[in-house]
DNA sequence: TTCAATGCAAATCTTTTGCAATGGG
DNA sequence: CCCATTGCAAAAGATTTGCATTGAA
């Protein structure tokens, strides 16, 4: 799947019969000159800097189809939804997260990745995009594990989002 | 972390010096006799068979002191919310997901389990549990990559959920 | 007794949809 | 022209929260 682009957008429109508009363009233009891990309201914000009249609605809608073309994926880093772009250079897609605290740590291992291709290729998928977690405890929070129970927590009344 | 156990779990209550409820008890167990793939309307609708007086509430917050503990997490396939048991015996936690169709075809590869092993461990990382998504077309919406775009999808506009 | 936990309903968020107006091909 | 796309506002879901009450320790 290459380096995103425009007219490789405009591309991809046309062969599933799909129109070229001015939102769509702007939508994916500013997409893909943000980094990653942008939620939809702040694509949403940006666009409309851009262009004031554009809806909520249309961001979400041009997301999808970006998402079926395996350019664009969301997942929920604790709360909040988060967007990243699909292949560019220096873009981590893997993360230990903590459950206590939610610490992220970004990893890559070409090695793994290897063995996806493998997998997938196994399978006869073409894969354009991956996103592998691991859940635990992060060093700072693994003393709290027992008899933490007592000293304050946040706000909320757990201290993460399920 | 060993198996779930309702004795264990009554033990990282006092841990944390949580208290033990006859409803977090009995959430907790549903949960663990139930498969995996739970969404939470369907745990709380069996929570509420047993107990037709827990809150819908009581369901969210005692499953995320789960999720606090990595004995449940969350993840959206498409477009509900699922939950799934951790480290029960034949769980997969991997899958390739086809982004035109929504299929999913689950798989599990003891290799790049070590190797995620490796890298939570260089980290002092303790990890509970993992995801392992792997996102593409499958080989038989391959064919539709190109000038597909005209057969008829679905009532909704697109055919994946963002 | 004390304060965490619960149940309920209301409040928040996030995402989707109905529909008339607009505009791309 | 024709019908996909858009904007808006309303609808639908999903999750959280305020608060009086209940119940575990």
Redesign the interface.
């Given at each position: 799947m290459g380096k995103f682009s425009g007219p490789q957008f405009h591309r991809l429109l046309r062969?599933?019969?799909?129109k070229s508009t001015r939102q769509r363009e702007q939508i994916v233009r500013v997409f893909m000159e943000s980094g990653s891990h942008l939620s939809?309201e702040e694509l949403y914000q940006r666009v409309r800097q851009k262009d004031p009249r554009i809806g909520y609605a249309t961001v979400?809608?041009t997301?999808?189809?970006m998402?079926?073309?395996?350019w664009a994926?969301?997942r929920?880093f604790r709360d909040r939804l988060a967007l990243f772009e699909h292949q560019s250079a220096g873009e981590h897609h893997?993360h230990?997260i903590?459950?206590?605290c939610g610490k992220i740590?970004e990893?890559e291992?070409e090695?793994?990745e290897e063995?996806?291709s493998r997998?997938?290729r196994r399978?006869?998928?073409?894969?354009?995009?991956?996103?592998?977690?691991?859940?635990?405890?992060?060093?700072a929070c693994?003393p709290k594990?027992?008899?933490?129970?007592?000293e304050k927590r946040g706000k909320s009344?757990?201290?993460?989002?399920?």
């Amino acid at each position: 799947m290459g380096k995103f682009s425009g007219p490789q957008f405009h591309r991809l429109l046309r062969e599933r019969g799909l129109k070229s508009t001015r939102q769509r363009e702007q939508i994916v233009r500013v997409f893909m000159e943000s980094g990653s891990h942008l939620s939809v309201e702040e694509l949403y914000q940006r666009v409309r800097q851009k262009d004031p009249r554009i809806g909520y609605a249309t961001v979400y809608r041009t997301l999808k189809l970006m998402a079926e073309s395996g350019w664009a994926s969301s997942r929920r880093f604790r709360d909040r939804l988060a967007l990243f772009e699909h292949q560019s250079a220096g873009e981590h897609h893997d993360h230990l997260i903590c459950l206590l605290c939610g610490k992220i740590v970004e990893f890559e291992s070409e090695r793994i990745e290897e063995l996806q291709s493998r997998v997938a290729r196994r399978q006869g998928f073409r894969i354009f995009d991956h996103k592998l977690e691991l859940y635990g405890h992060c060093p700072a929070c693994i003393p709290k594990e027992k008899g933490g129970g007592s000293e304050k927590r946040g706000k909320s009344e757990h201290g993460k989002t399920l």
